[in-house]
């Protein structure tokens, strides 16, 4: 299904994404209680002592991803209790989405190696910052030539107004568990609560980054966890934006970079940027939404959608452990 956006997106538009996936990981020592194996800030060299079980799981796991082929930008310690993230890409979609597979059984098992849980469930601690499966995509094309430095391309904007108009829908698929909608909620860094995107605004759903260099810019798509599946969640992403570029959409929403973030704005004050949707605040609300979005269900097929929707339902799977 990505193999076959990818070529609907060279055939219809000349258009071409790559794909980089965060694989955001805790480690724990006990899972009966909860237990962290060590607790450290973000990006806190503390997460990585000499000696420590977990630097030299970590070590292990940069090797093995190296080794098995795969691509490995950086690891890093993130902000959640024992939490850290392995950061692979940019692919072609379908690369990204078997990459994502292949690191967390690294991951899973090298931790194992060592006594240790490695659990991708998206908010074990309500008291700190879940885990995510951030997905970062970049739009490509030979027919638009170099993309201006100082605002988004004409397709980079026809993509991001696509996902935008489908992106209270997208989450049956990208946040398809009860658990998911643990993580998804105001001032935890996880994209909150509201439709709309953001310069490196990390609590909007749609975060874009590196937006002053064109041969780097992407979009970095919050509204995906480690429950869902990689590669239904960025056929259902890209679908969503390339039915933006077919429309050539017009991009009506403005940038909503901070500081003040879309749930500390009054009403009047996220209007006047085009906010006024809200994402889904459970599981159930997602599944409504896709049911009800005829644009998004012709893009992914109305069958596919219906078994999808029927199953989500009959599922008692609570996510990774």
Not at 90 to 113: C, G, H, M, W, Y
Not at 143 to 148: A, L, Q, V
Request: proline share 6%; net charge neutral.
């Amino acid at each position: 299904m990505i193999n076959s956006r990818c070529r609907d997106g060279r055939q219809s538009c000349d258009a071409d994404f790559l794909v980089g996936f965060e694989s955001e990981f805790i480690l724990l020592s006990s899972i009966n209680p909860v237990k962290p194996s060590n607790v450290h800030q973000w990006s806190s060299a503390a997460g990585f002592l000499a000696g420590s079980k977990e630097a030299t799981i970590l070590e292990e796991i940069g090797k093995a991803v190296q080794a098995s082929g795969l691509s490995l930008q950086m690891i890093h310690s993130e902000a959640a209790p024992g939490q850290y993230e392995v950061v692979g890409g940019p692919l072609n979609p379908l690369d990204a989405a078997d990459q994502l597979i292949f690191t967390r059984e690294i991951i899973v098992n090298i931790a194992s190696k060592h006594g240790l849980h490695a659990t991708f469930a998206p908010r074990p601690f309500m008291t700190s910052a879940g885990s995510a499966a951030h997905t970062h995509i970049s739009v490509h094309s030979a027919k638009e030539g170099d993309k201006p430095p100082d605002r988004l391309s004409e397709y980079e904007s026809a993509f991001l107004a696509g996902i935008i108009e489908h992106l209270a829908s997208l989450p049956a698929i990208t946040l398809p568990t009860p658990a998911s909608y643990k993580r998804m909620v105001d001032g935890v860094w996880s994209g909150g609560t509201y439709v709309h995107y953001g310069t490196e605004n990390r609590e909007a759903p749609i975060r874009l980054t590196n937006a002053t260099s064109p041969k780097s810019r992407n979009f970095e798509m919050r509204f995906v966890d480690g429950t869902a599946n990689p590669h239904l969640a960025l056929a259902a992403i890209i679908g969503a934006g390339l039915s933006g570029l077919k429309a050539s959409t017009p991009l009506q929403m403005k940038d909503c970079p901070g500081p003040k973030c879309a749930w500390e704005m009054t009403e009047e004050e996220r209007k006047a940027l085009g906010i006024t949707k809200r994402m889904p605040l459970d599981v159930e609300e997602a599944r409504h939404n896709l049911v009800t979005d005829t644009g998004l269900k012709q893009v992914l097929g109305e069958n596919l959608v219906a078994k999808y929707i029927s199953v989500s339902k009959a599922s008692h799977f609570r996510g990774p452990s």
